[in-house]
């Protein structure tokens, strides 16, 4: 972008003139343009998730909507918007090059900080947690959402840096023990902030994804091992001492003890267990299912979606979608495989262990295999800020790919 | 990224690989192997009932007078899914419908909740989607101030119901039973089978109960979509409801209703209070129940709509005389001398006596140290077997159980060269019937009991230990120390030898009296049909026919062979005409009863019967059939706690008697007989009646060879003005959910007068 193209510069170009237009179109086109190393399988994988997350957002609201008196396809279109305004974003986060964004990591950090803390003051409470900030025209923050993003580079950075032996003075890439100390200390900031309000889920996520990364990274073993028996212990202890508020409780607590319960949390569960089943192998077809149309699934287009794809697309639409999931997850770890450096490949571990307990937490609560956390469903969950962050992490990923030495095909 | 971090990467692969599986694997599960199971929950859980019940079928005599039918009322119901849904929950709707029907709000909040396990009457125990009746037989006033302000009683309904009606009131009660509201276990056990849904009535008694699958039709069931919130989303599919056949009787309006009338004459010139009478009339020839009364009686209605535990107390209250219970078939008592003719029949078919044989009926039979006393104390001299039963001389047959007994070993019960006793008296009990049900369709009949030697000893041995309890501890809470020190008497007689079938017994059991016979009247008069038609002893049945809503005739009840009698037809034709002896010839317990009587038409045969019963007046028996030559009608009357046969139940069997031959008065079965042909029910619920199709002897009113004459009471005409306000309503143009349950037998017109 630093050469200058102008006319005068055209004319005294050896070159065979050409239009501005067209040297773009080489640029773009050519062997080794940025858009053809794109991982295009990745992107249309993403928008197809999308694509029908829309549509299943849509047959789970239009109904109540139009009761309601409101135009039956406000969800449709905000999810779609929603949508664009995610690839703008991935956009952006994928052309500023992820070395820059290695550079901003810790203003990238703070910044999410900020928003966690203006959530505590100035958010609303929706669903028992404090954690969404509501902005003009009916648009909804939730800090919580980049917070995500913001620590899977912080980790990423910090992880990822050339380590240099004290001792012996050799170079190598593993994480020493002050690495893993500072970033878990990067991470009980913002896990302390979203506690608060609480968000549980979120909580989770952050503490998978930041493990997965500290394992990929090479950090010593004991941290590894010690962490995981201190979330066991820890879990244990929230569960055995009543840490938890009641309702959050109730939500773990409700699928351990086998809910027959019709009522309450485990309504939500049973309700759309029953969706799914009832939509067999090839489902009832899009704004069919009878769970879904009579609004049996509370909660649906958000943290129950998935039921309205077990229903109205069976089977077949059901697994399509775990199989897409499973595609975007697999691109992104060649990815990580293909980077050039730890940076890169830490940044797609901790994405993809972000969207993989996303999307295993939230398909298993609704097939009753996991525990109500009110996680949303990576691109096919209706809400904003979630799309968002999705987007930048895509985004991310993508950059990472561009700025790749060998060609990932190549494992 | 060095090589060790590449590995790592590759485990997270296997990692995030193995958790799609698995969530592809449960999602097979769920949709495919457990698919059915969830799409039925799915169903149940969108899926409502509302159930419209079926008509009951009516309930008619012989001649097709209606015992029980159906009359509409006006029923103002709630409907709590729309209710609910208002924004103070229908509290508004509800004070202003208490207002308009007369009930405190409170009370109506009551009757619309809902019944759980703490939640108890009044409540609401069916579906949810099921408008709930909050009032009934309201006056077409008050359901129009309802059905006509839609806008002021939203969710609040006012329609046209069937309700179960009496028209005769108490009459036959015990036979017709009642309905109660189906219980969670018949739900839970019988529901699908049956067609059973939540608040269902069924028949719980009598022949209510006994064909309740004839008489209770198939309900309309609407399946409503719903969505999760309960409201209607459409409609899966509809049954409409199909009204349940008519059950035609043998039993007879105006046979019934003199045998209940006379009872009831006796029962008061006795004093009333707790006692009790029963009759019983059969036909000899096919064992129909043409009358069946038991008194104390009560209403049925008293059912209608949920019976109170007072009421219920009541009516099972023996200060009362236990009104729910009935004498003729869930009772039973020693028989007395009614027993004598089978007694004759053992003498002549097992123990060699012939008719024209004198044995000598004297004041007193000694036997061992025990002296039996004719009855009355008189001696008649050497007689023949027919004199004994005319004049029911106790000593000859007291004088054949002993040579019985003896020939059976005696006091050796039957051992050794004795073995297997022949209890030739035991043996012609239970071939009559008695000691086992007569099958009648009835639930709860009683079996009556008939006690041999093996019975006695089985009998013995388990209250022996309380006899010889009894034996050394007396009886301190009786308050008479002679009646004590007689019980402590018998018990320790019962305590050493008790299971002695001494030689008291066997006399008293061919007299009749005595612990080793128990018979129902019922059981009685089924033995006394098959010594009037010669030996066949038929299941005594109540139902004729069952009659489609269209008039069509569905089902017969034919006649049912249960057994042929051991004793040969000439034996029965001399038992035969030695009972018409004892109306007629001097000396003949019944001759007085029956002077008046024309015999010479219809000659009556019977047997009078005093049954002893400790501690209390004796029973009253009179078994009779008639006419005497060619019997056609069995009757049997049965007075606890009067007197004798002749001066009690023998009046009332001879008022029945008139009755159904109409001597002095219109004859309820013209003829003589039954009626042969069915009554005609039409579709619009009139009732054509059937008289007797044997046009040769028409006797009494009606008896005409067209044997069509129209009943205008038999249909259900509603008591207050819904019929002719129904119209109205359903032409209202108003939004008002105004139902028009079709109810057969409830005709729209008059009606029709069948042609002469």
């Not at chain 2, 129909?288 to 535990?309: D, K, R, T, W």
């Not at chain 2, 030695?578 to 000659?603: H, K, M, N, Q």
Request: aromatic share 8%; net charge neutral.
């Amino acid at each position: 972008m630093n050469q200058d193209v102008g006319p005068t510069a055209l004319r005294s170009s050896p070159v065979p003139v050409r239009g501005r237009i067209g040297q773009l179109r080489d640029r773009a086109s050519g062997r080794h343009s940025p858009l053809r190393r794109l991982d295009w399988t990745l992107q249309l994988c993403v928008v197809a998730l999308s694509g029908v997350g829309a549509l299943l957002v849509w047959s789970a609201t239009r109904q109540r909507l139009g009761e309601a008196g409101a135009d039956p396809q406000t969800f449709l279109k905000r999810h779609l918007l929603n949508l664009v305004i995610g690839l703008l974003l991935g956009a952006v986060a994928t052309v500023v090059d992820y070395r820059v964004i290695r550079a901003y990591a810790p203003f990238v950090y703070l910044g999410s900080l900020v928003g966690l803390v203006a959530v505590l003051v100035l958010g609303s409470t929706i669903n028992g947690a404090h954690s969404w900030i509501v902005l003009p025209a009916g648009f909804q923050l939730q800090p919580s959402e980049f917070a995500k993003v913001a620590l899977v580079v912080g980790a990423a950075m910090i992880l990822g840096e050339k380590h240099e032996d004290r001792h012996t003075g050799i170079q190598h890439s593993a994480p020493g023990h002050a690495d893993v100390l500072l970033v878990l200390g990067l991470t009980i900031v913002p896990i302390g902030l979203i506690m608060l309000q609480p968000d549980f889920g979120t909580v989770m996520v952050l503490v998978f994804t930041v493990l997965g990364m500290l394992a990929v990274s090479g950090a010593p073993r004991r941290w590894v091992l010690g962490l995981v028996l201190c979330g066991v212990l820890f879990g244990t202890a929230i569960l055995q001492f009543h840490l938890l508020a009641s309702y959050q409780e109730a939500r773990l607590t409700s699928f351990v003890s086998e809910n027959k319960a019709a009522s309450g949390t485990g309504y939500n569960v049973n309700q759309a267990m029953i969706a799914i089943a009832n939509g067999g192998i090839f489902g009832r077809g899009l704004l069919h299912g009878q769970q879904t149309q009579g609004q049996f699934v509370p909660e649906q287009q958000t943290d129950f979606v998935f039921s309205v794809a077990g229903e109205e697309l069976g089977y077949l639409g059901a697994a399509g979608i775990v199989v897409l999931l499973g595609v975007v997850l697999w691109r992104a770890l060649s990815i990580g495989f293909g980077s050039q450096d730890s940076f890169g490949a830490l940044i797609a571990t901790g994405v993809v262990c972000w969207f993989t307990f996303q999307s295993f937490v939230n398909i298993g609560m609704c097939l009753g295999i996991m525990p109500v956390t009110g996680l949303p469903l990576p691109f096919l969950s209706y809400g904003g800020s979630s799309m968002f962050a999705n987007m930048i992490a895509v985004g991310l990923l993508q950059n990472v790919r561009l700025r790749s030495r060998s060609d990932p095909y190549a494992m | 990224m060095n090589d060790r971090m590449r590995v790592r990467v590759l485990l997270l692969r296997v990692v995030v690989l193995s958790l799609l599986v698995t969530l592809g694997a449960r999602l097979w599960v769920l949709q495919i192997l457990d698919g059915d199971h969830y799409r039925q929950v799915a169903e149940t859980n969108r899926v409502r009932e509302v159930v419209t019940p079926a008509t009951r079928g009516m309930i008619l005599d012989d001649h097709g007078q209606p015992l029980v039918r159906n009359r509409t009322s006006l029923v103002i119901s709630v409907n709590r899914s729309a209710t609910d849904r208002q924004p103070d929950r229908g509290k508004a709707v509800l004070t202003r419908l208490a207002g308009v029907i007369n009930t405190p709000a409170d009370d109506l909040v009551k009757r619309i909740r809902f019944c759980t396990a703490q939640v108890k009457p009044p409540c609401w125990n069916g579906s949810p989607y099921q408008p709930v009746p909050v009032a009934k037989d309201v006056s077409p006033a008050q359901a129009l101030a309802v059905i006509e302000h839609p806008d002021r009683f939203p969710g609040v309904s006012a329609d046209l119901q069937a309700v179960r009606e009496y028209p005769q009131g108490s009459l036959a009660a015990h036979e017709l039973g009642y309905l109660a509201p189906v219980t969670q276990d018949q739900l839970d056990k019988q529901g699908d089978e049956k067609g059973y849904h939540l608040n269902s009535l069924i028949g719980v008694a009598g022949l209510e109960s006994t064909y309740d699958d004839q008489l209770r039709g198939t309900d309309g069931v609407q399946r409503l979509e719903v969505d999760r919130f309960g409201r209607v989303a459409g409609t899966a599919s509809t049954t409409e409801p199909a009204s349940g056949d008519h059950l035609v009787l043998n039993l007879d309006l105006g046979v019934q209703q003199a045998a209940e009338q006379a009872l009831q004459d006796t029962i008061n010139s006795l004093g009333g209070g707790s006692r009790t009478g029963s009759a019983v009339v059969l036909n000899a020839r096919t064992g129909g129940v043409v009358a069946m009364a038991s008194l104390p009686s009560y209403n049925p209605s008293v059912f209608v709509g949920g019976v109170s535990e007072q009421d219920y107390r009541a009516l099972s209250d023996p200060a009362n005389g236990i009104p729910l219970l009935s004498r003729v078939y869930q009772g039973s008592g020693a028989a007395g001398s009614t027993f004598k003719p089978i007694s004759t029949a053992v003498a002549m078919q097992n123990l060699g006596a012939r008719g024209d044989q004198r044995f000598l009926c004297s004041q007193t039979l000694q036997i061992g140290d025990q002296i039996f006393h004719n009855f009355d104390g008189e001696s008649a001299g050497p007689i023949t077997l027919h004199q004994a039963l005319v004049i029911s001389c106790d000593v000859i047959f007291d004088q054949f159980a002993y040579d019985s007994w003896l020939g059976d070993g005696g006091l050796r019960n039957g051992r050794g060269p004795y073995a297997p006793p022949k209890e030739y008296f035991v043996r012609m009990a239970e071939a009559m019937g008695f000691g086992r049900g007569t099958g009648i369709d009835l639930p709860g009949e009683t079996k009556g009991s008939v006690v041999d030697r093996a019975d006695a000893k089985a009998i013995w041995e388990e209250l022996k230990d309380s006899y010889c309890r009894r034996a050394k501890n007396g009886y301190p809470e009786e308050t008479d120390p002679a009646k004590a020190e007689r019980f402590r008497k018998y018990a320790a007689e019962a305590c050493v030898d008790g299971y002695l079938y001494n030689a008291g017994a066997a006399t008293q059991f061919a007299i009749g009296q005595g612990q080793y016979l128990s018979v129902s009247p019922l059981q009685l008069a089924n033995a006394y049909v098959a010594i009037a038609n010669g030996g066949t002893l038929y299941r005594p049945t109540l139902a004729k026919a069952a009659i489609s809503p269209e008039g069509k005739v569905v089902q017969t009840f034919q006649p049912h062979r249960t057994g042929t009698l051991p004793v040969s037809p000439e034996i029965l034709g001399y038992i035969r005409d030695s009972l018409r002896g004892v109306t007629t010839e001097p000396g003949g317990t019944g001759t007085g009863v029956f002077a008046d009587w024309p015999s010479a038409t219809i000659p009556i045969a019977g047997k009078t019967g005093t049954a002893e019963v400790e501690g209390r007046g004796d029973t009253s028996w009179f078994a009779s059939f008639a006419p005497a030559n060619d019997p056609q009608y069995v009757v049997v009357v049965s007075i606890p706690d009067s007197g004798t046969g002749a001066e009690y139940a023998a009046p009332v069997a001879k008022r029945i008697y008139q009755a159904i031959y109409g001597v002095g008065q219109p004859a309820a079965q013209p003829g003589g007989r039954p009626p042969g042909a069915l009554p005609r029910i039409n579709r619009d619920g009139t009732i054509a009646a059937a008289t007797t199709s044997d046009p040769l002897r028409p006797l009494g009113p009606g008896g005409t060879s067209s044997a069509v004459t129209s009943i205008p009471a038999a249909s259900a005409t509603p008591p207050n003005s819904a019929g002719a306000l129904l119209p109205a309503l359903v032409t209202t143009p108003t939004k008002a959910p105004v139902t028009t349950p079709a109810v057969t037998g409830a005709p729209t017109s008059p009606p029709s007068r069948a042609p002469p």
